[in-house]
């Protein structure tokens, strides 16, 4: 894959905003190999990702405050009011990847990982379950145990942040973690933490989804990736996908079922984002 | 298609079910020409259908009332406690569609009526309006509307009521019908009303699920068959199928996309019923 | 839907082409509602699809020529050597639909016009039986019977072509329409004629492709709509779907599944084509 | 899951086997858990699947050579002249897995086996290179590497003839094998080997399947797996399924979403297989 750079734009809808920033590009060295946007009629909103080569770019790329960048690129930024981020292929984003006891999306995304599918390090898992420390093993990647109950709750995510800090973390990935984070804890990774929920959500919110898809009797059961918020299941929908169930299939079969679409589900998402494909307006995603 | 005779049992699960219905249709002269059971380990429920050729059957089945396969039968229905229905795959049930303004399903279901796909009679369309006599016109089906209000909603069920009896109605079709028939109405016709919900129940009940689906940001959307009881969207789903969508579906992209899916979910489930192949335990339906 | 003007660019890659036709449309009061490009590494080809805005446009789109709009945006197109073509979605275009005796597609078609969901003209339905006339009263559209034998093939394509010239066709779909034009006729009309194939191409290619499918005992079955080029069942598939199916279906039970295929896919390919939403690399096409 | 008997049965198509299969299975104390069946017109051939409880069954089920039951059964069998084979899901049946260099579906296999997915033994994987031997160690299953070249090809299938006696594998997994074995190999073991083609068969035979799907523009693309028989990528197809691609996905991207259907396909085909649930009727299956 060749280098590339990312630059993903969110603001007010405009004339010229293509134009503007396709000349910068092109007046800096740079060329594009893509280019996506949307304009979101109900908030007003432009959300643009453009991917260009910057073997010829003649803007420092290599600094890492972008300082250069950031300087030849506030006028457009400002003239349109502008919320930007850069991001350059080249750069792994660093994931922490949470997990209980199912290991399934666990095993999954370390294969992906190891298989080049993901373009990104993996520099820890953490746990509240000793269990799946063979694995880790296995692909080599550092496994930290932290016990989460009820008494410990708020010095129990005090180290898992003090892990996210230390390991320098870009993301984490709920892969099953079965534990619920504060709002503390959520509100200081806005658009940083990933969950796969096993429900064709808004259907089945909260505890045991295969069960409460079972009792209602429905004939498809999904899954759904989205960014965690404080509300519960609710934050925005990055990815989903069902698979037909019939009156033959148990519960044990749903969550068998499932468990294929959850590795699917979880890995495209985090696909996506590793890819910086993805770009939030209010609780909703765009997916370049 | 060859006339078949079909069997429809329900009744609690215990050994020598398959074998007692087996022998008693070879003893008869039938051939048995698909079979399909499933035994609910929850409720202890078992449900089987069979299908025979009744060439050869030495049991009088023209008899309307079916007095003599009843009382050949009931000795076996007894022992098992059996819930049982005959139903002649020459016997054609009637069915009335109810519409309102959109004719989407209305169009297609008669299309299908009119091409062989669905072993049925149509004597008649209710509906709210008088917009869609035109199309009842072009496939000649007789076409009666019942104007519903706040006030008069009592007198107008009366007079659906009286059409159903009139045209002897074995079972209704609300084909996008937007008015919501009283519990009293409802409960007159277990098992024969069945709905198409524009949403993937159990999400998006109720009033404009496309609108409610765009606000929460799915990546699919679907539609769900259902039968129709007292309590709205809540009836034992039949069907259901979903489409993918993105951002750049606009709320009316989701109403456009969601027309393709009502009507092949639809137009599934009145086939599935039409075939005697759905059978109820609890809240929800086996489909053979 | 607002009006848009489409731009469809296909040229050699190079640096600044995204930024110049941005430019462009900037510069002259355009306001890009969407724009999408792909470039194909192997071919070296680029395209793009800019729609924009021209309310306050200072290029006078009204002219049938384009005059005006090919003066200033020539030296773009030369510079980059590009193939170009601009459409206004005011324009509505005019589609021919052929078809024998099968009418899925047909009904399916003027169905959608009717509902509004194909902005295109339907000045005639060209078919080799009569039998459909019903349908095209209905939905008032003329129709013209124009038989054809081994014997009088070129006079009746030359008819054909007439009937073509006199309603000013832009397009023509074959829906399920059962003769094969010659090379001649086929090459006459590149990237203008779409065909629905009742398989999964490039599997089934030919004659009765269900019956193919059901011989071999495939697990899904498929449609595909392509543009028609002088080698059967060969041209630039625009789009495909598939159905499960298994050994309960028979042939009769195949054919019925995809009819339901043939009607979405075909739908699917004459939108993209009305939205100038499809450009052609070699025998590929890019759906934007 | 509870202990079970599986009849599988084929024959000629006549009345009363039904009836007499159930008597049969009635009258010596087991109980029917699930009965399927089909008749297939064009073959007029009968087959059918019935699996019950054998907890009060009064033949010895226990006996490896089933003579007891072969005895009583035989008035049946003979009398329809059925092929019959009996199974218990309380024998694990034992699966030898072939693989080269790609790891994706012998990593999946090996997961699903270890989470209970697949009721079989795996009492060894054989390959033509040794880079898989990581995999199976941590797995804990034995890893044969028996080279094929041109040269040795006979007696490398005699070595591997061996291997597959020594370990008495019931049936053979090719998970991306990349090795073509002998005619005399094959007939060896009919409806014992199971392949996985990474192409939606019968479309792209043979090598570079993706590659020729790409070449081709399709806009699905698909996996097949297949019992193997004498003719290359000919064999009864057991299960297939599609995903869907765009001009967005190099060669690359569609080996990478290949990959993830190439494991679902594969491990449900396996799963069927061990679960006795696929008949064969020509070169077709039957998958209840």
Known sequence: MKSSAILLVSCPDAKGEVASIADFVYRHGGNILHADEHADEESGLFLMRVEFDPKDFDIDLADKDLA?????????????????????????????????????????????????????????????????????????????????????????????????????????????????????????????????????????????????????????IGATSH??????????IIEQDVVRVSHRDTVDDLIRKGRDLEKVVLSRAVRLHVENRILLYGNKTVVF
């Open 68 to 220: 250069d960048f950031r300087r030849q690129f506030s006028p457009i930024a400002e003239k349109f009011r502008m919320t930007w981020r850069l991001a350059l292929s080249s750069h792994r984003p660093r994931m922490i990847i949470f997990v209980s006891k199912y290991d399934h999306c666990l095993v999954d995304l370390l294969y992906r990982h190891q298989s080049g599918e993901l373009a990104c390090e993996i520099p820890l898992i953490i746990s509240n379950h000793p269990d799946n420390q063979r694995v880790a093993n296995f692909y080599k990647i550092p496994y930290a145990v932290v016990s989460i109950t009820k008494d410990n709750k708020q010095q129990a995510e005090r180290q898992v942040q003090s892990l996210i800090e230390e390991h320098k973390a870009d993301f984490m990935v709920l892969a099953r973690y079965m534990q619920i984070f504060s709002s503390d804890f959520v509100n200081r990774y806005p658009q940083r933490i990933i969950n796969i929920h096993h429900g064709f959500l808004p259907a089945f919110i909260g505890a045991k989804p295969y069960h409460q898809a079972f009792e209602r009797g429905v004939k498809l």
């Open 227 to 236: 960014y965690v918020t404080e509300v519960l299941d609710d934050g925005p």
